[in-house]
């Protein structure tokens, strides 16, 4: 959907007109009522269930929807009941408005000038994208993650628009340990010297060895060191080079599906190579493909503009950091969502959500699901998860 | 010390002839019972304890050993009693033969032909240093993180020869996250363009964007989520770029001293930049000053081969992953140390390494220690670590 209408940023810039890439499962009721927006995170998109088809109507590989295992047809997020909106936000680079668009004031690309956005920006420009489909009025807005944050900042924003909050996996900001992680990947993007600047699709390459560095940082933070060990151990990787062994893509653009990525594992008996740059070790061919994998598909510029939208979001620093103050304006009911091995939200940031909201007598639900898989875990089918929603969608949002 | 005879590695490669830097503090005494060997980690030298002085007499700044706190006249490993001794690695870059200096064989510069070296030859040429320096029996050998691993080692290559061996925040092997954060660092390095395939002497260039993410990767994991959000938080940096606040160097070089290394806040009320690539937060200041000093002085060969060494070591594996087995061989009494916030190395990878040698009727004391600096915290000066260091020093390697 096209907006002419400029969209005055948190930062003083503004974008002067913008695309916005968005998908609809499921019906909207007579009186507007039953519509649940999906916020999504660092790489994920618009594309939140369901398939493509490809031109001779077969089923494309792959192209499972980055939350598929959450919403559709009978699924904890009912898509026949409800109607779900999936929206790419602004300079992310899967359709809407981004770095790697033409600027209609210069008719260049926009590369590293495009503005810096936060998580109220998105928001902003989701609520005028619900203006121009005439809902007034979310059942819900659900996210993971980053996700869940702009879930968190719709109920602050907007609290007569929101009637539920579901926050997945996140938290009222980032600690110094995500923020610095965000750096380092940061740092490896903007100094692989095919970055030029932000300007590297003028010089028609890629900052890939950046990227690559980036998403292996990612992925150990989206593990578990439980489901690591589990997973990959110690296992060597002793295919000879070149050998077709990578493990298979994941369905899940968002962050690495263990289940279904990693590859099976190496003897363990196999004589070293003793070599510094050779895969030795199972785990490091697994990064190095999701690194590889990654660099080829996402944008540099958009990188840098979500991992900073991350280490701005900090609802609490207008209240002078008290997180209970700044969730008094909330109005909707919540069910938040946060899973025991996740070291990069972990559980208890979710309750300080919980609690600053109790604080103010709102209407929450909290499950901390017993899980394995780390940050990931948002992403993954598991039943106890799956049920809490569902249930949380039957009992309350459908009430 | 030159040693004209190959050491044989591990990975049936030699090195044909080498020295190795060392220091000594304190007295051999007349028996040659009370000398105590020190083995360091991934990035500090045979320089342990005391300071230089320069051509005046005076102090030179910031000469202070790496582990000075630990080791001296009248420390918990008291010079005054026991002769102290410093050994750098071979493959390092404080002096010993490593990747920087010239192969004899074909009289050019190492760089990436250097043989991949592994704890046990680290172990195989300190025993070299020790027969000639005449000394039979160590009283005890020391050392933390992979330090701690070669005094492992040690007991299990020459259980003859070490009366006691002090092991603090070590492991006994690298877990899959352990070696995924390793396989990120080595390569950003050899991505970097300036690595050259590891021969970047010959091109006039260093590495430096490699090794700036490879340390940044580093410190993160040397520090708790704890200590980085006491120290950095959220808090903001709002000197004018080009202001000298960057913070001041710290004595240790094997780790962050976050207590000495950590700049001023600025005000967090200030507001931010909306950059990408500005620094915005303190954690990023801090991060690329450690960065930016470590790629100045650190060999890229040198972290390859010290982060593979670090990855190859697993005593249990020619016991089929029975570190009990292993730990069989060990004749030495031991003491090992682990920090509570430590998630590089946790306690439970020492906990592992005690009940091993306790399935053995080993001789153990073990102390985990209640502090907030994670893994960095075995190069800090804590009263109650340095209190067990000093009293298993006089009750036991001293009686």
């Known amino acids: 959907m096209y907006f002419p209408e400029p969209l005055a940023l948190r930062s003083g810039a503004s974008i002067r007109a913008y695309d916005l890439s968005y998908e609809t499962y499921g019906q909207l009721n007579a009186d507007k009522s039953n519509a649940v927006l999906i916020c999504h995170a660092l790489n ?64 260049e690309v926009y590369g590293a000038n495009f503005p810096v956005v936060t998580v109220q920006d998105w928001v902003h420009a989701q609520a005028r994208l619900l203006d121009a489909l005439g809902i007034e009025t979310l059942a819900a807005v659900m996210g993971g993650s980053l996700g869940g944050m702009q879930a968190l900042s719709w109920t602050l924003q907007y609290p007569e ?43 028609g390459v890629l900052p890939k060895r950046g990227l690559r560095i980036a998403r292996m940082i990612g992925h150990i933070t989206y593990l578990s060191d439980d489901v690591m060990n589990e997973k ?93 103050r700044a969730l008094a304006q909330a109005k909707a009911k919540f069910l938040l969502v946060s899973f025991t091995t996740d070291w990069r939200f972990s559980p208890l940031r979710s309750r300080e959500i919980v609690k600053a909201l109790l604080d103010n007598q709102r209407d929450v639900s909290y499950a901390e699901i017993d899980a394995p898989h780390g940050h990931d875990a948002f992403l993954l089918d598991d039943a106890r998860y799956m049920g809490v929603v569902r249930s949380y969608f039957q009992s309350k949002v459908a009430a």
Chains 1, 2 share one sequence.
């Open 44 to 107: 994920a998109s618009h594309h939140v269930a369901g398939v493509y088809l490809d031109e001779t109507g077969q089923i494309r590989d792959k192209s499972e929807g980055w939350w598929d295992t959450m919403i559709g047809p009978a699924k904890p997020v009912d898509t026949n009941q409800f109607f779900v909106i999936g929206v790419n936000n602004l300079g992310s680079c899967f359709g809407s408005t981004g770095p790697m668009q033409i600027n209609p004031d210069t008719g």
């Open 161 to 203: 628009r929101v009637r539920h909050a579901v926050v997945v996996a996140s938290a009222p900001n980032l600690t110094a340990e995500n923020i610095a992680f965000n750096e380092v990947a940061r740092r490896a993007i903007v100094t692989d010297p095919d970055f030029h600047g932000g300007h590297f699709y003028r010089h």
């Open 232 to 324: 990959f151990g110690r296992q060597r990787r002793t295919s000879a080079p070149g050998e077709a062994s990578a493990p298979e893509n994941s369905a899940a653009p968002d962050a690495a599906s263990p289940g279904n990525d990693i590859g099976r594992a190496g003897n363990s008996a196999a004589p070293y190579k003793y070599s510094t740059q050779d895969v030795e070790f199972q785990i490091e061919s697994y990064l190095r493909y999701q690194g590889d994998k990654f660099a080829e598909y996402f944008d540099a510029n958009t990188y840098l503009l979500i991992t900073r939208a991350l280490d701005y979001f900090d609802p609490a620093a207008e209240s002078s950091g008290d997180l209970s």
